[in-house]
């Protein structure tokens, strides 16, 4: 294999220490591609071999990558308050269909410090009534974080459900001004 080719199918990984815990950030020459709550060594090697799966390239760990270090220079800035959104390219490879659709109007049109329900989300990508295939969607983002799943609440005023977890969800939403820190 020419090194053209294996640039192209390159992906990089790095683990990332953040306020809400070990974030995983693997990214290709096309952009951020998954970002991994909790990332332990055990869960880390489980993403690793997912991304080797679905995208035909083993992952390299590589903190210094310049393919990563816009992503960890934006996300460190949104942990220390100084950034309210994310610019970076996204390989949006790993979904599709309705997932994809609704994870990008909610990457573009639910701005920091906001909420945006289940069902509203559902209708802006003309679905009315999907707020479950919604959740679905935010249950499959390979995104979080930049991609703001922990943005969609119920619309009952209920936090809703998170991959993440549900104090990573509240930690996120209080970074944001929605909700109050928590008191222990």
Not at 78 to 90: C, I, K, N, S, V
Request: hydrophobic share 45%.
């Amino acid at each position: 294999m020419d090194s053209h080719v294996q640039d192209e199918q390159r992906v990089v990984w790095a683990v990332v220490g953040t306020d809400i815990g070990p974030l995983m950030l693997a990214a290709t020459r096309d952009g951020l591609v998954n970002v991994v709550f909790h990332a332990t060594d055990a869960v880390r090697d489980r993403a690793v071999e997912r991304l080797a799966a679905r995208l035909g390239a083993a992952p390299v760990e590589d903190p210094g990558s310049p393919l990563l270090a816009e992503a960890i220079r934006q996300l460190r800035a949104y942990f220390a308050g100084e950034r309210h959104d994310f610019d970076l390219p996204l390989d949006w490879s790993l979904i599709s269909g309705f997932n994809r659709q609704v994870l990008r109007e909610l990457a573009t049109g639910v701005p920091y410090g906001t909420v945006v329900g289940y069902g509203d989300l559902a209708g802006r990508v003309g679905q009315p009534g999907a707020a479950q295939a919604v959740g679905a969607a935010m249950g499959a983002n390979p995104l979080p974080v930049v991609v703001p799943c922990h943005r969609v609440v119920e619309s009952d005023g209920g936090i809703g459900g998170f991959g993440g977890g549900l104090e990573t969800k509240r930690k996120l939403l209080a970074l944001e001004g929605v909700l109050p820190e928590p008191l222990f």
